[in-house]
C-alpha cells in the first residue's frame, strides 16, 4: 500500500489516502509516485493537489498527517509548530524543545510559560 497526502493551495494537509500497489505501478511494475497521483486525480478531480507520503519516512522525511504542511525546499512535511520556543531541526523537520528532555525514568510534559520539562506526577 502507498500513501498520498492530498493539499490544499497553501501546502497544508487536508487528506490522507491509501492507494493499493496495483494502482501506483509503471507499466514496467515500478511503483510510481505519479502514476499514483493520476490514479488519485482520476477520483478526486484533476485539480487536486497529492504527494505521497511514508509511514516509515522514506519519503518527504515525515509521514504527513492532518494540518501538517508540504514544503516544496525542503520536500518534506513538518507538523504543526507545537510551541512558539521550539526550533525546526533542518535535517529531521521535525520542531526540537530549545532544552533537551531530561533522560531518566520519570515523564515529562514541556512547559512553555517557563520553557522548561515539568515532571508528570
Not at 500497489?21 to 507499466?27: C, K, L, P, Q
Not at 507520503?53 to 518534506?76: H, L, M, V
Not at 515523564?107 to 520553557?115: A, C, F, G, H, L
Request: hydrophobic share 30%; proline share 3%.
Amino acid at each position: 500500500m502507498a500513501h498520498f497526502a492530498k493539499l490544499n493551495s497553501e501546502n497544508i494537509v487536508i487528506h490522507v489516502s491509501v492507494v493499493d500497489n496495483w494502482n501506483t505501478v509503471d507499466g514496467s511494475g515500478n511503483e510510481s509516485e505519479e502514476v499514483g497521483i493520476a490514479y488519485l486525480k482520476s477520483i478526486h478531480g484533476a485539480d487536486t493537489n497529492w504527494k505521497q507520503t511514508s509511514y516509515n519516512s522514506n519519503i518527504r522525511k515525515n509521514y504527513a498527517g492532518i494540518e501538517y504542511t508540504y514544503d516544496e525546499q525542503r520536500d518534506a512535511f513538518i507538523a504543526p509548530k507545537p510551541y512558539a520556543s521550539w526550533v525546526l531541526n533542518e535535517t529531521t523537520c521535525r520542531y526540537e524543545a530549545p532544552v533537551a528532555e531530561p533522560n531518566d525514568d520519570k515523564s515529562y510534559i514541556w512547559n512553555e510559560e517557563t520553557t522548561s520539562w515539568v515532571t508528570v506526577e
